[in-house]
């Protein structure tokens, strides 16, 4: 598995919890990193992104609440999420899109396995 995430579990309404995913192995660059989340029988959506410069978007049902972040130098992007809702329940995947190794060599994108969050009291 190269792109590994880990961190989710039960929590709380009104709780917090942080994902983390890293990409494993020798990369130039990532150009962007982000966090999806997926209901059973639901699209997966788009919850966080962030590109290699530091642009960052959220989705309006996060934004204020969560807080994405990456350290490029690990190869891993961070969730922090907090003051999390029943309506937070989700699989959430990481997703790596531009997988540079070297200027000729590169990989479109890649997922990470899913880690389950359950935000329930």
């Known amino acids: 598995v190269q792109l590994q995430a880990s961190g989710g579990g039960l929590v709380q309404p009104g709780g917090s919890l942080r994902l983390s995913c890293e990409y494993s192995g020798s990369t130039m660059r990532i150009n962007n990193m982000a966090w999806y989340r997926q209901e059973p029988g639901k699209q997966r959506d788009l919850v966080a992104s962030s590109t290699f410069a530091g642009t960052i978007s959220y989705a309006v049902s996060v934004k204020g609440r969560f807080t994405i972040s990456r350290d490029n130098a690990k190869n891993t992007v961070y969730l922090q999420m907090n003051n999390l809702k029943p309506e937070d329940t989700a699989v959430y995947y990481c997703?790596?899109?531009?997988?540079?190794?070297?200027?000729?060599?590169?990989?479109?994108?890649?997922w990470g396995q899913g880690t389950q969050v359950t935000v329930s009291s």
């Open positions: 997703k790596a899109e531009g997988i540079y190794f070297s200027e000729i060599s590169w990989l479109p994108y890649s």
